[in-house]
């Protein structure tokens, strides 16, 4: 029983055309469904969408993981009505999907639990579900990162009602939680946590899963060609230890490139703390630009 991995995301985005011209020809998605004016895309290694864009702002709309049957999603259920939380089904509601449950985090965030119907043992990128012959081609939606008020809150929450694990936290000050990265697997992190003061931040960044250095090189050679700056890396963080590069979208909001994400060794590990913001960041020494506070 349990939350298996990020699902997709819905984003807000200010220029849906030319948001979507930069996820077809650059990234290399591919558009699996409209309805509306929301649009759906894959990255084609399986028969799911793994982003949705609705114009209007920026920011999450919603966000989804998915889980292994009905049974979870009925304990799923139990557990967050136990604690006062609305529970709306949304059974077919989206491309692909056959079950899920929609609810409010205590941070507002819209939050879905998925069963899909495509659920491949593992994926392969060599026999992918579309041709994939566009852009730089990340493998998949790796993790997302929020952003709030309260991230302790948030982090507490998903442990204790949804079996999140923290796997660090950074802490400027005792007692006081301005970041924190979750898992619900061995990976290091699948839900990150940003402290923002401004209640219209909603996202840091969403991830994609890259198959190495060179890959995420590729593709900022293509971001170059296309006239989008790399905000900041690449790089190695400290907190995590993944291979990143960052850039912010068309669309108005941040992706990050991500890869080498490492496996925790020990599934119920107390937390590291860190306290020093630039050690936490990069391994390497690189110290974030002013603009990684901002969210959309």
């Known amino acids: ?116 119907e495509d659920r491949p043992v593992y994926l ?48 400027p000050a005792p007692g006081v939680w301005g970041a924190a990265w979750t898992r619900v697997g061995e990976y290091h992190h699948d839900l990150a946590i940003i402290g923002t003061q401004d209640p219209n931040e909603t996202l840091n960044h969403l991830a994609w899963t890259m198959d190495g250095f060179e890959h995420i090189k590729r593709a900022l050679d293509l971001l170059a060609q296309y006239g989008l700056p790399v905000e900041t890396g690449p790089g190695r963080h400290g907190v995590g230890g993944n291979v990143f590069a960052y850039f912010w979208e068309p669309g108005g909001n941040r992706f990050e490139l991500s890869a080498e994400m490492p496996r925790t060794v020990d599934r119920k590990a107390e937390p590291l703390f860190w306290s020093d913001f630039p050690k936490a960041f990069s391994s390497w020494g690189q110290l974030p630009p002013e603009s990684f506070a901002k969210g959309s």
């Open 124 to 171: 392969q990128p060599a026999l992918p579900t579309h041709k994939r012959f566009r852009g730089f081609a990340p493998l998949d939606v790796d993790h997302i990162t929020l952003q709030t008020r309260d991230v302790k809150g948030l982090a507490e929450f998903l442990r204790d009602v949804l079996g999140f694990y923290v796997s660090d936290v950074f802490s």
């Open 1 to 116: 029983m349990g939350i298996q991995k990020l699902a997709h995301a819905e984003l807000r985005v200010k220029d849906l055309e030319r948001a979507l011209e930069f996820y077809k020809e650059v990234m290399g998605l591919v558009e699996v469904a409209r309805e509306g004016q929301t649009v759906y895309l894959a990255c084609g290694v399986d028969g799911n969408y793994d982003l949705a864009v609705t114009p209007g702002g920026t920011g999450v709309a919603h966000f989804a993981f998915q889980v292994d049957d009905d049974g979870d999603l009925e304990v799923y259920r139990r557990r967050l009505e136990e604690k006062g939380v609305k529970v709306i089904p949304q059974h077919g509601t989206e491309p692909g999907q056959s079950k899920g449950l929609r609810f409010s985090l205590p941070t507002g965030h819209a939050m879905e639990l998925v069963l899909v």
